[in-house]
């Protein structure tokens, strides 16, 4: 009952804002400590997530769909490295890199709305968490399960670290380990032991040893199982060439726009050069526009001038002649 009302707890907090993560712990310890003081104290041991693995967090509780496409990805893929199949590891690498790229965009809106923004830093993280999620299906677990705590990283070999990765870890389902069984120590000894026993006691005279053909004593020698760690390197080995060739490919087309690009610039230089050229050539026609207009306003300023001295030097006159008439 007290996991399960700590669970509770849990999951209340990290479903809420970074910023506001600490108080609402407090106030969430003090109001179960009056019932229960050992939940209490449990509450207030919960860690407070790093930015990216929050993101993550809100990730899981907002958009779940996102994160069970790359743990499907994750599957198909982890099929593909036993069955050590090249061809569809680069498929699927392929694959990989655009739903992780789109999981980090959507990661980073999500983030957003819940009023925190993530840096390329952060985002790099969340990248690098989804990208052992798909490795491992104990870190795909830790990430949906909302109480992620801190980045996760896959080398592609070995298990992913969860170890501090996650608050309660108790309570993830449990994931199958990819790692080697290895023999005990003393398991090993006692095996050595008997071994030598075996050899160095003679066996009884009345039985005689049977003699067995070469090829039946082979037939009958246990093939020795392949290593799995030696299996996911062969298709670790695989993924990366997978992502050479991809790289390489991706260089040649950015090699191309390069090249475009500079041309384009080059193109745009000259064009630059000549409308600068036309704009001289524009403005000097302004200019000596502007000095014709001025020049011509005057003139028309003193021809208007004359032509009102005219004028009045003609009403004049025509007064004259009216009066010598009358006269």
Request: aromatic letters at 0%; glycine letters at 4%; a neutral charge.
């Amino acid at each position: 009952m007290e996991d399960e009302a700590l669970a509770d707890i849990a999951d209340r907090l990290y479903a809420g804002t970074l910023d506001g993560f600490v108080a609402a712990r407090a106030a969430a310890a003090q109001e179960v400590a009056r019932q229960d003081k050992g939940l209490a104290a449990a509450v207030r041991g919960l860690p407070k997530p790093s930015v990216a693995a929050w993101a993550l967090n809100m990730l899981a509780r907002h958009r779940p769909d996102v994160l069970d496409g790359l743990a499907d990805l994750g599957t198909r893929m982890q099929a593909a490295q036993e069955s050590l199949d090249a061809p569809a590891l680069r498929e699927l690498g392929r694959e990989r890199r655009t739903m992780l790229a789109d999981a980090v965009d959507i990661a980073r809106s999500v983030a957003r709305e819940q009023g925190r923004s993530l840096s390329d830093v952060m985002a790099s993280d969340v990248e690098e968490t989804l990208r052992a999620l798909t490795a491992d299906r104990g870190a795909a677990n830790a990430v949906g399960s909302g109480r992620l705590l801190k980045v996760l990283s896959a080398d592609g070999v070995n298990d992913v670290d969860l170890e501090g990765a996650v608050a309660l870890p108790g309570l993830l389902p449990a994931a199958p380990s990819s790692r080697p069984v290895s023999t005990p120590p003393s398991a090993q000894k006692a095996q050595a032991a008997a071994a030598a026993k075996k050899r160095t006691t003679p066996e009884p005279a009345s039985q005689p040893k049977p003699t067995r053909p070469r090829l039946e004593a082979v037939r009958q020698t246990p093939r020795p199982a392949s290593p799995p760690a030696l299996e996911k390197a062969k298709a670790a080995l695989a993924e990366a060439q997978s992502a050479e060739d991809e790289a390489a490919r991706l260089a040649g087309e950015l090699q191309d726009q390069e090249e475009q690009a500079r041309t384009e610039i080059a193109e745009l230089q000259q064009e630059t050069v000549e409308l600068r050229s036309r704009l001289k050539a524009a403005e000097d026609r302004l200019e000596r526009s502007r000095k014709r207009l001025a020049a011509t306003s005057a003139e028309a300023k003193q021809a208007a001038r004359a032509a009102d001295k005219a004028s009045r030097t003609a009403v004049l006159a025509q007064e004259r002649v009216l009066r010598l008439g009358s006269d």
